[in-house]
């Protein structure tokens, strides 16, 4: 995290500070299911990073990291799924399956059906 705040950014510069205020949307104004997805697209990007799927990929490979993200996705689908309806939630489980299915076969040690990242949440995944 940085110390630094906009004003600061904004010290020595020609012209007025921005206005943060009408640049942001107040966050009751968001309904939940974007911000349920929004959340669970961050969390597939991240993990899919973490699992070297990301340009240099190699560099950024964290499996364990990748498994607590998996394990996060998984569990907010299992929460928040059947409240986005299955238009939003569709396309997010077959995302979440593809890490799932993406971390059994990057993973050196293989998991048993069951207990592979999320597996908790979706059930035992064979492929």
Do not use: W
């Amino acid at each position: 995290m940085s110390d630094v705040t906009p004003e600061s950014q904004t010290e020595g510069t020609d012209g007025p500070a921005p206005d943060f205020d009408s640049m942001t949307r107040d966050i009751a104004d968001v309904p939940a299911v974007e911000v349920i997805t929004t959340v669970a697209v961050h969390l597939m990007s991240a993990a899919a990073v973490n699992l070297g799927l990301a340009e240099d990929g190699a560099a950024h490979k964290d499996l364990d990291e990748a498994r607590k993200l998996i394990h996060s996705l998984a569990g907010l689908m299992d929460a928040g799924g059947t409240e986005i309806s299955s238009f939003h939630a569709a396309p997010l489980r077959d995302g979440l399956k593809s890490l799932q299915l993406a971390f059994r076969e990057a993973s050196l040690v293989p998991d048993a059906p069951g207990q592979g990242p999320g597996e908790k949440y979706t059930g035992p995944l064979y492929g």
